[in-house]
């Protein structure tokens, strides 16, 4: 029965597997989380990766045998093809590469003849193109992909100045790579148009199997400092409800095609009981930082983190095993029927979670009926201001970077108007974000390049074409400094083999340029136009008070039907994690010894056992009233504080009365 219930991990993984859920630690994804910084390993796309290194690398074999510098241009369209790609079903996949291949070659012949005409031209087209491109982003996600793409092509365009005959050659070199990376993306090694969904759901499970593992073997930490004990406490719930949002959003917005429709109907019950399960979680951690875990917590633990895991290995080869949740079902209702400790109100819990998800996964209602519950369509609503900002934004920058590198005689100018293209975002948190990565990947991506393009002969550095832009590729929705890395040394190399210049002379002009475009698209952003400030800190953690006032209250008076009180979680966590990253980018700024910052993060943390109490309270509320004096004492707080925080006053003041309360409470 043992051997049942935790089935031990394949002893051989594959090596992607391995890479994709070992190398990186979970304590160096929630630091970076931590900082507003995005990676998931579970995303590494190998089946997209060798169509753009066949893609690409075959073009350049081609140009670099006929010794034609300018088809280069084909390589970098079959490169920027395979990054148009969305994925997904082939419908929509046809419709954006198509529309990415008609705009570009569109921008390209136009810009590029614009440019050989004078420089007034090439200024005007390329700041209505930027402009056109930035509104674009008002269309959706695959609308956005394309529009930026498309602004790069004219940045690069404009540094290739033409006649007009040598611009439809332009052009035409374009479209070859644009259909040639077609018919590579949509005929070469077909892949799940729903792999990136079921291997974020199955991540979800297996980070929900580490946090239970790590109940175990957690220290006792009462005696730990208080930022220890924060970090402890935080740092898995906030990277957990982040993935549990993120994957239902994504999840909700697959199309209802007869294709999907499966998986849909069977990840959305599976995030559903991962949410539930998380419950169980955070109050053993709440009890597991004031004790060490009685023996048969610990087991309900292990079986925990044993089912969990066991979902994880199902969910991503798309056919959900409702039969192997039995035994874990069995075994949670045994140890639920013994006591009434919180051990078995977890059990019960439990098994009440895996009942519905293999009641889900069992029902075949979906696959009968004859309704498709498809993804909503992007309505087309006027431009919203921030879009037009946003675009009036990029379009002076780009002109504003387009005029430095013409005044300074910067080489390969159209390095540094990309950066900007791609640094400058709709909103000043995710542009700075952004920009710390483009430099770091430009800096590490250029010395490696230069470093390759010196030492390597010519007939190595177009060897090399093919790993690296398999390599971009698949890492594009892994990180983005990782993906920046590789491009540099991609683009840099295929600068070398087919121009005259060296490799280092080259790296470093990469990584020069990008941090020019970088700064250029920060200064855009935070000087032109700029957003209305985002809530501060101490509205933030406000919110998370009043979240968490709320979720306990309802939980400690028991009005809340399950429907409402889930709401109220999901809430407090969502609300917690927002105002836990804000908290962290500020002390990252030089405010450390701020005395809001020092009250801030005591709150938080004080929410975060706030949380595990309420979380204990669901599971082992029973019909009593002993819990009604603490259900009003909730309910008068959330009541006074709210009137408080709607009527203007010192905010300070509103944080160490917060504070105080928590004090008092816990």
């Excluded at 983190?305 to 994880?312: E, W």
């Amino acid at each position: 029965m043992k051997n049942n219930l935790f089935p031990p991990l394949p002893r051989k993984p594959r090596f992607l597997k391995a890479l994709a859920h070992s190398v990186m630690p979970s304590v160096i994804t929630h630091w970076l989380g931590a900082r507003a910084i995005a990676i998931a390993p579970e995303q590494i796309a190998i089946r997209e990766g060798l169509r753009a290194g066949v893609a690409v690398s075959t073009v350049m074999l081609v140009a670099w045998h006929i010794n034609m510098p300018l088809m280069a241009w084909s390589a970098f369209a079959a490169f920027w093809t395979s990054l148009a790609d969305p994925g997904g079903l082939l419908r929509p996949r046809i419709k954006a590469l198509t529309s990415f291949g008609l705009a570009g070659a569109v921008i390209t012949g136009t810009i590029s003849a614009l440019a050989g005409y004078s420089t007034v031209a090439a200024c005007v087209g390329l700041g209505f193109c930027a402009l056109l491109c930035g509104l674009a982003r008002a269309w959706g996600a695959a609308a956005t992909q394309v529009s930026v793409l498309a602004a790069i092509v004219g940045v690069v365009a404009v540094c290739y100045p033409q006649t007009p005959m040598g611009a439809l050659i332009l052009a035409g070199l374009f479209s070859l790579g644009v259909v040639w990376a077609m018919l590579i993306c949509l005929l070469a090694w077909p892949a799940d148009p729903s792999a990136p969904q079921k291997q974020a759901c199955a991540a979800l499970f297996r980070e929900q199997a580490s946090m239970a593992f790590r109940l175990l073997s957690l220290p006792h930490l009462q005696a730990a400092s208080l930022p220890t004990q924060q970090r402890e406490l935080s740092t898995w719930r906030r990277d957990i409800r982040r993935r549990i949002e993120q994957v239902r959003s994504s999840v909700e917005k697959l199309s209802g095609d007869a294709l999907i429709r499966p998986t849909r109907a069977a990840l959305l019950p599976a995030i559903e009981a991962a949410d539930r399960i998380f419950v169980t979680l955070i109050a053993f951690e709440h009890a597991a930082f004031s004790a060490p875990l009685p023996l048969e917590t610990a087991r309900v633990v292990r079986i925990t983190a044993a089912a969990l895991r066991r979902i994880a290995r199902d969910i991503p080869q798309g056919r959900p095993v409702p039969d192997s949740l039995s035994l874990y079902i069995r075994a949670f209702t045994r140890l639920g029927a013994h006591s009434n400790a919180l051990s078995a109100r977890a059990a019960a819990w439990n098994a009440a979670a895996l009942t519905d998800l293999q009641t889900a996964w069992l029902d075949k209602a979906p696959a009968r009926g004859g309704t498709t519950s498809s993804a909503p369509a992007t309505p087309l609503l006027p431009l919203s201001p921030i879009f037009v900002r946003h675009a009036a934004r990029l379009s002076v920058a780009v002109l504003a970077a387009f005029g430095m590198t013409l005044a300074f005689h910067l080489p390969y100018a159209y390095w540094a108007m990309m950066a900007v293209v791609v640094v400058t975002q709709p909103g000043r948190s995710t542009t700075l974000s952004r920009t710390i990565e483009r430099v770091a990947g430009s800096v590490a991506g250029g010395t490696l390049a230069a470093i390759a393009g010196t030492l390597c002969p010519k007939w190595m550095v177009l060897l090399l074409i093919f790993p690296l832009s398999a390599t971009t590729i698949a890492l594009r929705s892994v990180n983005y400094t990782l993906c920046v890395t590789f491009m540099t040394q991609l683009f840099v190399l295929v600068t070398d083999l087919l121009g005259s210049d060296t490799g280092w002379l080259l790296g470093f002009a990469r990584a020069e340029n990008n941090i020019i475009g970088s700064l250029v698209g920060m200064a855009a952003c935070l000087l032109l136009w700029p957003e209305k400030s985002t809530a501060s800190l101490p509205t933030l953690v406000s919110r998370a008070f009043l979240a968490n006032l709320r979720y306990a209250a309802l939980v400690t008076s028991g009005d809340g039907n399950r429907e409402e009180t889930e709401q109220a979680r999901r809430e407090a966590g969502t609300t917690s994690n927002q105002a836990e990253i804000l908290c962290q980018q500020t002390s990252l700024e030089g405010l450390r010894r701020s005395e809001n910052l020092k009250i801030c993060t005591e709150i938080l943390f004080h929410l975060r056992q706030q949380a595990g109490i309420a979380s204990t309270s669901w599971l082992e509320r029973s019909t009593d009233h002993a819990s009604a004096p603490t259900a009003q004492t909730y309910q008068a707080a959330l009541r006074q504080f709210s009137d408080q925080l709607s009527a203007p006053s010192s905010t300070g003041a509103h944080l160490r009365d917060m504070l105080l309360f928590l004090r008092q409470a816990h």
